[in-house]
């Protein structure tokens, strides 16, 4: 029952209410109240160029993400899931920057990035100063890809864990009984691993996509959006209209536009990786 | 700090959520008189980082609380970062403070959405104040300032020296001719790593609207069209809205000043790395760091008249205040010559009357800090006076960014234009 009015409170009524407002004028101060307006804001939105270079900015940062970091975080997990000494220290390495605030990692990789940080700085020393690097954040063809690896490697722990999870739910004596087959190293993991996987690589697929699609913190603290809305992404724009533009309706219809679109490719995915059988 | 911000809500982003829940949960909640009981006035302040400006209103509350026996003045300061949304989220519950301050270019904003009521003072004390610390809106009086603040061109005397250019006065600024001028010059003698730092550290809104637009204003632009606030068409894309955005986007691809400051450009500039920096009176006191060779000159006249931008914090009364006439009567008081010059003696800000300047080392003409007052009752400009400044400065500080950033200006300029008229037209101009 707390269930129940936590779910309908903190979801059901946003929901509602980022529905009703997207089609009226509400604005975040005004001595009117909202009137309704049909699909203005909506229109208004699809004609507007900065809603389509968030979203293709969107749809590139979850798709360069999605990939790359649940295909490290299982090599890394496979990595780890070894019986070695020390391996917990390993792991703690690996989980440690999921740990620390993004807010906080941020910052750090805002000062790394400068034209004279840190990464500037290990690319002279590794090239012999052939690469001379740039400023990563302010030039809008590095600015997302700067971001992208800072949030790969981020976040990559948390999904590492995962794997783990999943792995050491696969039991002992399928990996036995394939090497007494004779299988190889490859066989095993295409056999058996992957298999043994299926039901944690639906799990990671969701969140990681939903997680990246979601992509705010970094944005706000790194970059604002810039330079020339190279990073600006569509939960970046919904913010800055509601609350820095005071356009509440504009930002819901913003949010229900995002609210629509990750539904369509939880469902999409879902149905891609549901069981067969 | 007392400067120019509207503050950056970023960083209160959940606050605002909060705020956001609050207004559609407070529909309907039958509203109390607000701003404390019977006798007790409630006062709100955005300066409880700044202990120096903070010590000062203490000061003030103490004594009005002991000069008279009637009202109760209370103090509550608030961070300023989550000041605007502490204000916004109270006026939606309707529990409003009796008196609060407010950043200059929110007071119109906050009057039109009806949380403020325009300020009945005496007029001799109204008329004594610098124009840019009174918010009027609609021909009324909403918010009168103890302070102002001003921008300024510091320099090393020595690179001007060096360089063969003059020193620019209050009376005889620098035209955008002898500007350009030294900034060839300074860059050939490859002394300085930057001939002239915008400071564009500041990722935030609205140092960008402070600090530049005053250089659209100086080109003939701005950021919207004064005269009935109904379109920036023409005066953010016109021909001198290009020209400064030629300009400003110039200054990058000259390699005169940064694509992107430091955090702290001013330090850059004391430690050499710059010979010219744009800064504010905040900073003066880093100035003497240079001794003899540090100098503050005011932005040059690129046709228009050099114009700095003006209007700081201030003070307003709420609408739904119960004491009224309290409330005024503490404004008064608080507007006393000793406080102003109490204020400007320790936090760095201009005095708010001539005659607090006459009461602070440095501020009587002649004197060392004279500069700052003189320049801002000769160029100072406020920000547009209307409601939808909100929107009018985020717009215009990414506008500003993205020209740094080496976009096309007009394309740039143009959309900016598109965006703010959409706004004005939702809102239907704001009520002008």
Redesign the interface.
Known sequence: MPALVLIVVFFFVPVLLGFVLSLTNARLTSPQGPQFVGLDNFTRLFSDPLFWKSLRNTVYFGAVVVPLQSGFALGLALLINARIRGINVYRTVYFLPVVTSIVVVSILWTFMYQRDGLVNHMLQAVSFNLIQGTDWLNNPSTAMPAIIFMSIWQAVGFHMVIWLAGLQTIPGDLYEAAELDGASTWQRFKYVTWPGLRATRSFILVTITIAALSLFAQIKIMTNGGPLDSTSTVVFQSVRAGYEQQQTAYASAISLVFFVLVLTVSLVQRFLTRDKD | MSRFMIER??TA?LA?VA??AL??SACGVASTSSGGSAGELTLWTHNAGNPAELGVINQIVADYNASQSKYTVKLQAFPQESYNDAV?AA?TAKKLPCVLDADAPTVP??A????LTPLDLPQDLVSKQLKSTLGNYQGKLYSIGMYDAALGLFARKSALEAAGVRIATVDNPWTAQEFADALAKIKADGKYQYAFDLGTGD?G?EWWTYGYSPFLQSFGGDLIDRNGYKTAGGVLNGDAALKWASWFQGLVKNGYTP??SSTDAFADFVNGKSAMVWSGIWHSGNLSKLGADGIVMPPPDFGNGPKIGGGSWQWAVSSTCGEKAAAMDYITFSLNKKYLAEMAEKQNVIPATEEAAAMVDGWQPGGAKRFFLDESAKYAMIRPPTPGY??LT??FA?AA??II???DPKTILD?AVSDID??LK??NHYGF
């Open positions: 809500r970023g982003v605002g705020t956001a207004a559609l916004v006026a904003n906050w039109y959405a009806g949380y990722s809104t694509a992107k909100p929107f985020t717009t990414k960014q993205d950033a080496g976009g959309q959409a706004d939702a809102n």
